[in-house]
């Protein structure tokens, strides 16, 4: 008997424990701090996609032999259809860390990369037009600061062609730097930007000395009027720091209406030696378009290129031309522009037929077509 009052006493100590609060079970349990939060994993944000295909057909009325338009970047290619670009571009806008990398095909990247080192090799940067990383301070007014591979700020066109006036490039443009690698910054105050740039130098990833390229850009953008000054020098030759290249471009915009806009670019150049003679060159061109009615524009550009002494394009010559372009723009990203265009030098220089370098001039038709989505 008295074995079973024990027992009977131990089950109700054990019925009597289980029904007490969770805290009495526990009492240190109040003391222990709550584990901290695992902190949450950056992210980019939100990424805006946008790109473009860029074709065309050129009819070349010297018809030459090898195919080619003479001096053209990128409308490169006579009497055939061409691929010039597709591209996909993919950005998240600084906050305060952003990226952008426009990924990009056809002939144009061909011609786009023509002079950089690593063309003899794999090319596996050859289809990368921009990649660079962002930052922008919250509390710096607007001062940005880009690390990659980027277009360069020179220049009046842009190397998208829906971007541009005409569909063809000028001489400007195509003798001038597409790209550089290194570093960027720049600082609003109202109106004018000014910014500098570190670079390894003009159209290559892949430094062919040990110097740097410096650029110094500013740019003043008004309602109706807007001026643009670059000016990048550094040495350019391989392998050696001998020699300082220095060019100087300036554009001047004007939009006196919402229809028409003007603008003026004039670039000089020079390529220092070691010894005398330096090369010199210069140019100046005059573009003008007008939006005849809601999807159609007329765009004209005149210019004069001066290769003092054959430094750019291999002959002492003066050249000059003029391009008349017919655009209709749809609103759901469909453009297409009917373009002619004529080059002319006061030396031998275009080919015809099967004759290189024998016309002082090259007249081409162009009907182009460009299909774009997107911020840009």
Same mark, same amino acid.
């Given at each position: 008997m008295k074995f079973d009052k024990c027992l009977c006493s131990l089950a109700g100590l054990v019925l009597f424990a289980g029904n007490l609060p969770a805290q009495s079970q526990t009492p240190d349990s109040q003391q222990q701090p709550p584990a901290p939060a695992a902190p949450a994993a950056w992210s980019a944000g939100p990424i805006d996609f946008s790109g473009l295909v860029d074709g065309y057909y050129s009819l070349n009325f010297n018809h030459p032999a090898s195919?080619?338009?003479?001096l053209r970047n990128f409308d490169v290619r006579a009497n055939s259809f061409s691929l010039n670009m597709a591209k996909l571009v993919m950005e998240?806008?600084?906050?305060?860390?952003?990226?952008?990398?426009?990924?990009?095909?056809?002939?144009?990247? *061909?011609?786009?990369?023509?002079?950089?080192?690593?063309?003899?090799?794999?090319?596996?940067?050859?289809?990368?037009?921009?990649?660079?990383?962002?930052?922008?301070?919250e509390k710096l007014g607007g001062f940005q600061f880009d690390?990659?591979?980027?277009?360069?700020?020179?220049?009046? *066109?842009?190397?998208?062609?829906?971007?541009?006036?005409?569909?063809?490039?000028?001489f400007l443009y195509a003798n001038g730097p597409y790209y550089h690698f290194g570093a960027r910054m720049s600082?609003?105050?109202?109106r004018w930007t000014p910014g500098f740039q570190l670079v390894n130098g003009w159209n290559n990833v892949e430094d062919n000395n040990s110097g740097k390229t410096v650029g110094i850009t500013n740019a003043f953008s008004g309602k109706r009027v807007s001026l643009y000054n670059n000016y990048y020098f550094g040495p350019e030759k391989t392998g050696t720091n001998a020699g300082y290249r220095h060019f100087v471009d300036t554009v001047l915009l004007l939009t006196p209406t919402d229809k028409a806009g003007f603008y003026v670019n004039y670039d000089y150049g020079v390529d220092k030696n070691e010894q005398k003679p330096h090369s010199h060159w210069n140019g100046i061109a005059f573009a003008g378009r007008y939006q005849v009615v809601q999807h159609w524009a007329f765009a004209a550009r005149y210019e004069f290129y001066n290769d003092i002494n054959g430094f750019i394009t291999g002959t002492r010559q003066h050249l000059q031309e003029f391009t008349g372009t017919l655009e209709y723009k749809h609103p759901k990203g469909f453009l297409t522009r009917l373009e002619y265009r004529r080059?002319?030098?006061?030396?031998?220089?275009?080919?015809?037929?099967?004759?290189?370098?024998?016309?002082?001039?090259q007249d081409t038709l162009l009907l182009g077509f460009v299909v774009y989505f997107g911020p840009r």
């Open positions: 195919g080619t338009n003479n998240h806008s600084a906050d305060p860390v952003g990226f952008r990398v426009d990924l990009a095909f056809g002939r144009s990247m *061909e011609l786009f990369h023509l002079t950089e080192p690593f063309q003899n090799g794999s090319g596996v940067m050859r289809n990368i037009m921009q990649a660079y990383v962002s930052f922008k301070p690390f990659g591979k980027f277009v360069t700020s020179a220049g009046a *066109e842009l190397t998208e062609t829906h971007l541009n006036w005409n569909y063809s490039r000028a600082k609003p105050f109202g080059d002319w030098s006061n030396q031998p220089y275009f080919d015809r037929g099967n004759e290189n370098a024998s016309a002082k001039s």
